[in-house]
């Protein structure tokens, strides 16, 4: 079956940096883009990041550069680099895998991100 499995979430002091991690299985890796968006309470889920199988990126402004996006093809997995993090970075972060031809995809089932003192 179909599976991306994140990692790295966690509480964390603000400036601080986490690594998010997701490993997809059960899907032909090189055939999707993958991004991770969040949710925060109250809040629309929002596009954080996505990267095409390429190397092509795609950030959301309001990042200002603090984030980055990763994937490495051989081992099926998708990075989030966050650093220098705030309390408003604090919510619920899903790994996203896109079809780059057919209108199907695949979610995470999320992992909490709290950035807190």
């Known amino acids: 079956q179909v599976q991306l499995v994140e990692s790295g979430g966690g509480l964390v002091q603000p400036g601080g940096s986490l690594r998010l991690s997701c490993v997809a299985s059960?899907?032909?890796?090189?055939?999707?883009?993958m991004a991770w968006y969040r949710q925060a309470p109250g809040k629309q889920r929002e596009l954080v990041a996505s990267?095409?199988?390429?190397?092509?990126?795609n950030y959301a402004d309001s990042l200002k550069g603090r984030f980055t996006i990763s994937r490495d093809n051989t081992k099926n997995t998708v990075y989030l680099q966050m650093n220098s993090l705030e309390p408003e970075d604090t919510a619920v972060y899903y790994c996203?895998?896109?079809?780059?031809?057919?209108?199907?995809?695949?979610w995470g089932q999320g992992t909490q991100v709290t950035v807190s003192s």
């Open positions: 059960g899907i032909t890796f090189s055939g999707y883009v």
């Open positions: 996203n895998a896109r079809h780059t031809l057919f209108d199907f995809q695949f």
């Open positions: 990267i095409s199988s390429g190397g092509t990126t």
